[in-house]
Structure formats: C-alpha cells, structure tokens
T-cell receptor
Framework: EAAVTQSPRNKVAVTGGKVTLSCNQT?????MYWYRQDTGHGLRLIHY???????EKGDIPDGYKASRPSQENFSLILELATPSQTSVYFC??????????????FGHGTKLSVL | GEQVEQLPSILRVQERSSASINCTYE??????FPWYKQEPGENPKLIID?????ERKQIQGLIVLLDKKAKRFSLHITDTQPADSAMYFC?????????????FGKGTSLTVIP
C-alpha cells in the first residue's frame, strides 16, 4: 500500500507560536493534500499541491501556509497558532492519472493542541 | 464548493444484520464517489468506490449504489461483524485538470453489537 508518513504524531503548541507539520510520501504521487478533521465537520481541505514548488488554497486556507519543496515532502505551517486550530490534521497523496479517478492515501494524522 | 450530506451520523446494528449509510451531493458534475473507513486512532482507508458510469458495485460484503438522478449514493454492509465498527466517510469528487476536488461527508460512526 502507498506510504504517507506524518510527523509529529502529537503536538502541543502555545497560542501565537509557529507550528510546522510535515508529511512525506514514497508513492511518487504528484498531488498532495492537507485536511483537518473536526467532530461534526468531517474532513476539510486546507491546502493542496500539484507537485514540487506548487501550493494551492483549499476550502479553509486562512491561518495556514503550505510548502512543497520536493515531490516527497509537503508541509503545513501555522505562523501564529490559535486555539481554533486545535484539530487532527491529515496529509494525503493522490494517484491522479489521465485515465482513472484519483485515489487518496492518507497518513496517520497529527493531533495538534493549541493552548 | 460542494455539500455532501451523510446520514445517519450514528448507527448501531446487531452482528450479522445489515448496515446502510446514505449520502447526497449537490453538483451534477461529480463523477467519482469513494468510501473511507477510519478505525480509532488510524488513518482513513479507501474501502470501495464507484464511478458515475456505474449504478452498483460490490466487493465481498460491501455494496455501493449510485442514483445520479437523485444525486444520492449509499453504502450497504451485509452480514456485519464487530470488526466493521468504525467511522465511515463518503465523498463526492469531480475531475479537474490534474487533480480531483474531494468533498467529504461528516461521517457515520458504526457500532456492531455482538
């Protein structure tokens, strides 16, 4: 199965601090995504990327930046963390192709608490 | 965007009975409908999907139905087992150049009672 690894698995941050969540995939997928998961909201898209050097805004990008320095790595950056950003964050890679629908492969998530 | 409504949010069934989860979507351009299972503390995993050129798909005890006219799709788990207890998410997506927009339902927490 496709491998997507997130770090850290758990993070406690202070309000106003900077937080970086990292994601690495060994699938050679072009597309990568960051979602957050909150009770009552399901999975919501924050940022995504088509490939190295590209980042695009998803549905809820405010307060977040993203960075895709290479095919394998995609980071989510909270420059000034707020308690409302307490959530579980999932990274995913997607096997988009010209001939079939893209399937998503998720990492195990990062549980972030902002105090 | 897109709204995907998923019901019920909580489902409890007896072992060996069937469980059904229903989702509706808004955008008629949506053409791919995956279902993900997420066990506690784990990542969501794709368990079955259906494309818009199909009305029914079955993988072992999982059945997915798609009604494009009603913009509705559903997951049916037959002969449920305690191992089926998990959170289930539906999603609707449509193709864009190079990637797909995925919109997820809010999830259904399924408990199979032994």
């Amino acid at each position: 199965e496709a491998a997507v690894t997130q770090s850290p698995r758990n993070k406690v941050a202070v309000t106003g601090g900077k937080v970086t969540l990292s994601c690495n995939q060994t699938n050679n997928h072009n597309n990568m995504y960051w979602y957050r998961q909150d009770t009552g909201h399901g999975l919501r898209l924050i940022h995504y990327s088509y490939g190295a050097g590209s980042t695009e805004k998803g549905d809820i990008p405010d307060g977040y930046k993203a960075s895709r320095p290479s095919q394998e790595n995609f980071s989510l950056i909270l420059e000034l963390a707020t308690p409302s950003q307490t959530s579980v964050y999932f990274c995913a890679s997607g096997d988009a192709s010209q001939i079939s629908n893209e399937r998503l492969f998720f990492g195990h998530g990062t549980k972030l608490s902002v105090l | 965007g897109e709204q995907v409504e998923q019901l019920p949010s909580i489902l409890r069934v007896q072992e060996r009975s069937s469980a059904s989860i229903n989702c509706t979507y808004e955008n008629s351009a949506s053409n791919y409908f995956p279902w993900y299972k997420q066990e506690p503390g784990e990542n969501p995993k794709l368990i079955i999907d259906i494309r818009s050129n199909m009305e029914r798909k079955q993988i072992q005890g999982l059945i997915v139905l798609l009604d494009k006219k009603a913009k509705r799709f559903s997951l049916h788990i037959t002969d449920t087992q305690p191992a089926d207890s998990a959170m289930y998410f539906c999603a609707a997506s449509r193709s864009n150049t190079g990637y797909q927009n995925f919109y997820f339902g809010k999830g259904t927490s399924l408990t199979v009672i032994p």
